[in-house]
């Protein structure tokens, strides 16, 4: 079980909890609206940070007593991400975040995972002369790259 976190010259890995749930891609904006207005998801000088997975397929049979009734066939709904964030260890937090999600969501047993994980924190040296940072090999992600040039 990890009980502790530890730190290096540049970063901190702090215990913090990992919250994972999966929906349809088009529930996402919405269900993480409700997060946000809970936790804002900061880390470090960036706030709302969270991971998206690509789109994959989710597989269930619902039973006696499912919202759709009981079907005999397996059901495969393609559209299906993952999506994961941070909390702070506070169970309190984590009871507020999962309640949101499931409120937000559009299924009647949404899958929503917690689990405590050491995650790094920078410690925000000055690293502008670090060659490995993307600022210094390929500058900033939103600037338009120029068109390819074809040769005859």
Known sequence: M???GFE???LRMTLLLLVTFQAPAADIDRIMDAVVAIAPLAMGKYDRNAYQSAHGIERYRPLDG???GAETELRRRPGTVE???E???DQALAARVVEAIFQAHSYQEPVIRI???L???SKGLDDRANPNRWWNTTGDWKKVAAP???TA
Do not use: M
């Open 2 to 4: 990890i009980d502790s």
């Open 8 to 10: 290096t010259t540049s």
């Open 66 to 68: 499912a919202a759709a």
């Open 83 to 85: 999506v994961s964030f």
């Open 87 to 89: 909390l702070p260890d």
């Open 115 to 117: 689990q405590p994980i």
């Open 119 to 121: 995650a790094s924190r």
């Open 148 to 150: 390819a040039r074809e």
